[in-house]
Every structure is written in structure tokens, then in C-alpha cells.
């Protein structure tokens, strides 16, 4: 799907470098400004919750990492500070137009069907909401590899070659806004509250944090049942057997129902990332997938 692009060609993918806006003192001018900003509309406007992530990850995922590590990787490993831009800024972005949109939709919201979800038993509609936003996130998953257009910006949290604790916010707000919408607009529609929502949100993004961590535990009781860590780096492997499969992110019942249930017995997942060029730098990474088409049309010239 993503055919190997030869090392000739970067050079001239990222001719950008050498634009005067690239110059380090100009990223770094940029950076703090940006970070600054946006670290202070998170503590002010989202009561400390993407602080919460850090918090939790340092106190208990990072300790985990060293005492039951799955590769020998350092704390302040390569691109650390590239994917902390990613988990403040691209996610603050990220969200931005769900603030706009989502007040329109509950305009729009079935009172019958959301009279019928919010008459049964509080657990019994968290399950329906996690089944149901499960499925969304499968298939919008599935069509971030599988359609190119959004696989560019898809690619970008398959380019990190190290999984841990912060690899996993490694999103492009493309990719980010995308699956907000696919998954977010159909489970206010239907008719879910919000703290049925806000409960599965939060379920799901702690366990997203440990699947991706670079930890060692296999947890083969919960195969099949629940997604673990040796399931969803597979599909962060470079392997192309693998890249393409275990698209689910809690519940893999959808990998088994659709045919792409990849957890193989005698061997381990990894190395990780793609067979693609991605830059290492934030800015580099939110400018490489608008880059896709021309590339390809220089690699057809070149070769």
C-alpha cells in the first residue's frame, strides 16, 4: 500500500528546511510561543486533564517501562520532545472545531433514541456506548490505512520507530480532527449522554496509554477479549504482514469479525514504523503528509 520511497529522494522532499521560517531560532521562537499559549488555554479552559496524562504516565506507565520493559529503551529517548507537541498542540487543534460543531448536533439528536439508551441501567448504557464507539473506531481506523488520501496523515503516528508511554499521542490534527468527527458525531446523534461518553472516552484513553507503553507483560488471558499491548504493536510493526491489521482499540471482537485478528504465537512484534520517509521534527511531521502526491510524482521522474 505504502511503497518503499529511496533514500535519493529525500533531499528533495524536504527542500523546506532551508526556508528562512525553518531556522532554528525561528522554530524555537515559534515553539515556545505556541507551547506557552496553548498550555495556558489547557489549564484554564480543560480543568488540567491533558496535565492528568502526563501525570499518570510518569507515576505509573514510566515506572512499569523500567521494571517490565518490552525493548531496552531510555526515558528520554529520540523524538520525546517531538511527540509531547503532538500530545498539547496537535491535540488541542485537534479538537477545536468539535467545540463549534458539537452544540449543532445535539439539535439534530433523536429524542426517542436517546430517551430509549438513557431509560436503561447506567452500566448497561456505558457497554452500548463502548460496543458502539468501538465498531466507529474500527472502521475509521481501518480507513485511515486503507484510503491514501488518509493514510498521509495517518502515517504519522506510525512513524515512530520507539513505542512507550508518549508514542501513542504522536497524531497528525488532520488524523486527529478526522476521527473526532467519524467516531464523536455518530455517538451524539445517537443519543448517548455526555457522561456516558465522557466515562467511555476515559476508559479508552488510559488503556490507548498502555497498549502503546513499552512494556514487556503478555496478558494471553485477555486475548481475543480485550485489546493488550503484544496485539496492538503488531500493528505498529513494520512488517507488512502485520501493518495492516489489529485495527481495534479496546474490543478486538471487530478484528475477528472482519477478517484482520493478527496475533501470531511464534515470534514477537517489532521493529516499528514505516517504509516511508517522515521527517523527525513537529513541524516537519504537520508539513509531510501535504508533501505525498508531490514526492511520488519526483520519485516516477527519478526513477
Known amino acids: 500500500m505504502n511503497p518503499t520511497m529511496s533514500d535519493a529522494t529525500v533531499p528533495a522532499q524536504e ?22 499559549f496553548v498550555l495556558g488555554y489547557h ?19 514510566v515506572p512499569l517501562e523500567k521494571l517490565i520493559p518490552r525493548h531496552d529503551l531510555k526515558i528520554f529517548r529520540p ?9 498539547f498542540v496537535s491535540g488541542f487543534i485537534g479538537f477545536i472545531p468539535l467545540i463549534f460543531l458539537f452544540p449543532v448536533l445535539n439539535e439534530f439528536q433523536s429524542q426517542e433514541l436517546a430517551s430509549l439508551i438513557q431509560s436503561q441501567p447506567p452500566w448497561l448504557q456505558i457497554l452500548g456506548a463502548l ?24 502515517a504519522v503516528h506510525h512513524s515512530s520507530p520507539n513505542l512507550d508511554w508518549l508514542a501513542g499521542e504522536r497524531r497528525h490534527p488532520m488524523d486527529q480532527i478526522f476521527m473526532s468527527f467519524f467516531v464523536g458525531i455518530p455517538m451524539v446523534l445517537s443519543g448517548f449522554s455526555l457522561v456516558d461518553l465522557l466515562i467511555v472516552g476515559a476508559i479508552q484513553n488510559v488503556w490507548d496509554m498502555t497498549i502503546h507503553a513499552n512494556l514487556g507483560w503478555r496478558l494471553k488471558f ?23 491489521k489489529n485495527y481495534s482499540g479496546a474490543l478486538p471482537i471487530f478484528d475477528w469479525l472482519f477478517k484482520t485478528y493478527y496475533l501470531p504465537s511464534d515470534k514477537k512484534p517489532g521493529p516499528y514504523g514505516i517504509d516511508t520517509h517522515m521527517p523527525k521534527t513537529y513541524v516537519g511531521q ?9 514526492q511520488r510524482e519526483m520519485s516516477v521522474k527519478g526513477s
Open 131 to 154: 460496543f458502539i464507539s468501538e465498531f466507529l473506531i474500527y472502521w475509521g481506523h481501518r480507513f485511515s490505512h486503507e484510503l491514501p488520501l488518509l493514510w498521509r496523515f495517518h
Open 222 to 244: 485477555l486475548d481475543g477479549i480485550w485489546v493488550t499491548s503484544e496485539f496492538h504493536h503488531w500493528h505498529h510493526s513494520i512488517d507488512k504482514e502485520a501493518r495492516d
Open 286 to 294: 504537520l508539513i509531510q503528509p501535504f508533501l505525498k502526491i508531490k
Open 43 to 61: 489549564a484554564y479552559e480543560s480543568g488540567f486533564e491533558p496535565f492528568t496524562f502526563i501525570v499518570l504516565s510518569v507515576c505509573l506507565v
Open 15 to 36: 527542500k523546506w528546511r532551508s526556508q528562512w521560517w525553518y531556522r532554528p531560532w525561528v522554530r524555537a521562537a515559534i515553539g515556545l510561543t505556541t507551547i506557552t
Open 79 to 87: 523524538e520525546l520532545l517531538t511527540d509531547f507537541f503532538h500530545h
